[in-house]
């Protein structure tokens, strides 16, 4: 399963972006523009790996929210 999971942060986007790189999971990571400033493409076995992997994101100090996209295709 692939998804994308949409960061808005509190402070300095970049200080959350190295930490989301560091999230066993994913794949990749980018600064934003926009209403979003991170995002991360993540890869899981599962929905529960999925799971751990948003809420390793949540935990992040400076994360706001979180939104989660569910690759389909």
Same mark, same amino acid.
């Given at each position: =399963?692939? @998804? $994308?999971?949409?960061?808005?942060?509190?402070?300095?986007?970049?200080? *959350?972006?190295?930490? #989301?790189?560091?999230? $066993?999971? #994913?794949?990749?990571?980018? &600064?934003? =523009?926009? *209403? +979003?400033? #991170? #995002?991360?493409? *993540?890869? $899981?076995?599962?929905? @529960?790996? &999925?799971? /751990?992997?948003?809420?390793?994101? /949540?935990?992040?100090?400076? *994360? =706001?929210?979180?939104?989660?996209? &569910? +690759?389909?295709?």
């Amino acid at each position: =399963m692939r @998804a $994308a999971i949409l960061i808005t942060t509190t402070g300095f986007p970049g200080e *959350v972006l190295g930490a #989301v790189r560091g999230v $066993a999971g #994913v794949e990749e990571a980018h &600064l934003l =523009m926009g *209403v +979003y400033d #991170v #995002v991360a493409i *993540v890869g $899981a076995e599962d929905e @529960a790996g &999925l799971k /751990r992997i948003a809420s390793a994101i /949540r935990a992040i100090p400076g *994360v =706001m929210t979180t939104t989660t996209l &569910l +690759y389909i295709t």
